[in-house]
């Protein structure tokens, strides 16, 4: 834990690559091209670096490649900086960038890099989802061919249930994600649909449809976070990474109520308990929506709707998944919780997806499968 | 070849016997064989067999892709809360009219085939569960 007297870490600069299917593209070449954005845009060279942070969760599934910091080192030509991965499923980026906060309040690090990227699109869908059903308990789970989008149909069923809500009420969800998407220029699936298109989508897990789910894309997002000595030349607005808090929640099967996510409000009591801060629906806030049901149990596990009622209050939420969330924006999982950085840094600096906000606090949310672990990253607007 | 032996063989308990770990300090029960309770953290705990007989807390129908063949596809993917009170996800197998599944239907373990190494690979069993109604005819 941050305690009193720590130093603080800011976000310097944050770059994105569009989503999509690069087949063009290794994970190195989206990787350097991220990266040498961030660096050229604050003026500093790799060497400068202390430390480079890699997001990945798949990369050594889906490129054969282990101990990607030190092969992107290589690239860069630096020789003298620390590198290491950091691997939490989905939520790797988010304990990655947990890891780069630490250095800089520490004092360890003034000039931290975290790259995240995912290069989903090399292989057949069938083998992507194999490798992607991983983030599940293999022993238990995968190999009894459980999968993610399994579990998201059995949650959806009994949250509908539950709380007698439509598939309608849910679709809300992606109908708005995919608006919110349709502004933003790194998203993978940028144009409007129709609140009854899951009618004719495919049918991944009954009811779960591929409209209801996120699509799979190739991505890179990097960030510089950096100590005070460095703000000295930012610009007049500046983003503090003020915490990062985590908790991890019993596989599904053991759970008692399967419509709420524990870890995700844990994380969230762990956060305000320090920081007295609160969600609330005028915040910028981005958060995991692999499925649509999951962006709405997040937001009632952390308190800004009540159980069974979130979809009567998104459209409250001008702020929320500005950049239209897992579902439209995209999925590249390493780099998923770099692009919610990034999104919500250019929202409360210069503006993004035509907006600026101008509150105090934002938050991101990121977790891996249906909240077996759930991560919260807190961001203060600094004016200096 | 789709899965480590080794690890498979040293798993073979839980693939082939429904275990639950029951909790001396918490008294929770939880699955599968654990050493640990993973409610309460507690090492405190005994390992049962569960009689395979449960229902159906909830399901869904996947055409979900994760291998190379469409043959196997629809399947039913469940979770079952067996009748000692512990949930465990499962292939729902033997359905005769998928409209009959609902929840709350009564289901019994069996031994099936998970998957195999095509074509002339080792093949992988552990459990399933059917409707009961099935076993009775």
């Known amino acids: ?384 | 070849m789709k899965h480590s032996i080794s690890i498979f063989w040293r798993d073979r308990e839980n693939h082939y016997k429904l275990l639950i770990t029951k909790c001396r300090n918490c008294g929770k029960s939880s699955y599968p064989k654990l050493k640990r309770c993973p409610y309460c953290g507690s090492t405190n705990v005994e390992v049962v067999e569960s009689k395979g007989r449960g229902t159906l807390v909830n399901y869904t129908i996947t055409y979900f892709r994760v291998d190379g063949s469409e043959a196997m596809l629809p399947k039913v993917i469940g979770l079952v809360k067996l009748d000692e009170g512990v949930k465990v996800p499962a292939e729902i197998v033997d359905v005769p009219d998928l409209s009959s599944l609902k929840p709350g239907l009564e289901v019994e373990a069996v031994l099936r085939k998970y998957s195999s190494d095509d074509p002339h690979g080792l093949i992988y069993y552990g459990l399933k569960f059917i409707p009961s109604i099935i076993k009775k005819q």
């Open chain 1, 1 to 384: 834990m941050w305690g009193d007297g720590m130093l603080k870490a800011y976000i310097a600069s944050v770059e994105m690559l569009k989503i999509d299917r690069h087949y063009d593209k290794s994970y190195v070449d989206m990787a350097l091209e991220v990266i040498d954005a961030v660096l050229n845009g604050v003026g500093l060279t790799p060497s400068e670096l202390d430390y480079i942070i890699v997001s990945t969760a798949f990369n050594s599934l889906l490129t054969h490649q282990v101990g990607s910091s030190y092969i992107l080192a290589q690239y860069l030509g630096v020789k003298n900086v620390n590198v290491a991965s950091v691997e939490a499923g989905e939520a790797s980026g988010a304990a990655a960038l947990d890891y780069a906060a630490s250095l800089v309040k520490s004092g360890k690090a003034s000039k931290v890099l975290v790259v995240g990227f995912e290069k989903m699109s090399e292989y057949p869908s069938w083998i992507v989802n194999r490798e992607y059903s991983k983030i599940l308990n293999y022993m238990v789970e995968g190999i009894k061919g459980v999968t993610p989008p399994d579990y998201a149909a059995i949650i959806m069923k009994e949250y509908m249930s539950k709380y007698n809500v439509t598939r309608e009420d849910v679709f809300k969800w992606s109908v708005k994600m995919h608006e919110n998407a349709s502004k933003n220029p790194y998203a993978q699936l940028p144009f409007k649909i129709s609140k009854d298109s899951y009618v004719k989508s495919l049918v991944m897990s009954d009811p779960i449809t591929m409209h209801d789910s996120f699509p799979v894309g190739d991505g890179a997002a990097a960030a510089l976070i950096v100590g005070d000595g460095f703000t000295n030349n930012a610009p007049k607005e500046l983003v503090e990474l003020v915490d990062v808090e985590s908790s991890v929640n019993l596989p599904l099967y053991l759970r008692e109520d399967l419509t709420v996510f524990e870890a995700t409000a844990k994380s969230l009591s762990k956060l305000t308990s320090k920081h007295r801060v609160s969600v609330t629906k005028d915040m910028a806030l981005n958060v995991y929506d692999t499925y649509n049901i999951y962006g709405l149990i997040t937001l009632e596990s952390l308190g800004v709707a009540e159980r069974g009622k979130a979809h009567e209050v998104i459209d409250e939420m001008p702020y929320l998944n500005v950049g239209g969330g897992l579902k439209a924006r995209g999925h590249p999982v390493g780099a998923t919780p770099l692009y919610q950085l990034g999104e919500l840094y250019k929202l409360m600096t210069e503006g993004f997806a035509g907006m600026k906000y101008d509150g105090e606090y934002g938050i991101i949310h990121s977790m891996s499968g249906p909240d077996n672990t759930s991560w919260l990253v807190l961001l203060r607007r600094c004016v200096r």
